[in-house]
């Protein structure tokens, strides 16, 4: 589950733009992502030519395998002509091109071209992205092309007074086969969000989301499988301690506790440190921990 889309409930209570698909229980998934880093050193930079041209750097390295990776990207926006052009390259030696028009030909509605390619192999792919969102409605379609025959992806969420209902499916016309059907049921009021999902009618999961305050965020899931006993949950949290720092923690039903630090050294210039203790075997060892650094300039 993977677009962006703004969403909300507005003062009065009437709903604006849903999120998308891919951003239901966004806030719950959030803090149990965001300002974690295990096994990870890594390091990101953000710079801005004069021209406009925006610049994304970030290189990390496994600490328990050794591996080295990196990427670069390139952004550039013709904000007049709701155009936008982004080049990406990784280690993995995969070029990735995509061209952004929003605004454009209809207002809410935004047309994505993504091709990869791979030099050496040769491998190239193309996907096609189409989102329409307006009051109380955000609509998706994506197709892959493929030669033996596109899949096809939509998604579409319905949202009225703060109850949100979506539906995502994937469709491969060459096997003429649903791969992919997936519910959402939720609900979102200023600092309270309830969401819940059925995927393929087997997976079944649920979060919520509560703002307690300016300075603590609590989330709770619930995940489980149909013909299985593994039920998943885990809880999260977040305390704000002031305008430049914050610190995070979550614990799962497998006593894997993870301990996340979050501070602005000064404008521009980010470190989190992180740590994941597994609280069954803990004088075993292989405890993890990490660190990144975000520099904007």
Known sequence: MQSAAAGGIEAAGRMSVPPSYADLGKSSRDLFT???????VKLELKTKSSSGVEFTTSGSSNTDTGKATGSLETKYKLKEYGLTFTEKWNTDNVLASEITIEDQLAKGLK?????????????????????????????GCDVDFDFAGPTIHSMAVLGYEGWLVGHQMAFDTAKSKLVQNNFSLGYKAGDFQLHTHVNDGAEFGGSIYQKVNDKVETAVNLAWTAGSNNTRFGIAAKYQIDSDTFVSAKVNNSSLIGLGYTHTLRP??????????????????????????????
């Open 34 to 40: 965001k300002g974690y880093g295990f096994g990870l």
């Open 111 to 139: 047309l994505t071209f993504d091709t990869t390619f791979v030099p050496n192999t040769g491998k190239k792919s193309g996907k096609l992205k189409t989102a329409y969102k307006r009051d109380y409605v955000n609509l």
């Open 268 to 297: 521009g210039v980010k470190l989190t440190l992180s740590g994941l203790i597994d609280g069954k075997n803990f004088h075993a060892g292989g405890h993890k921990v990490g660190m990144g650094f975000e520099l904007e300039a």
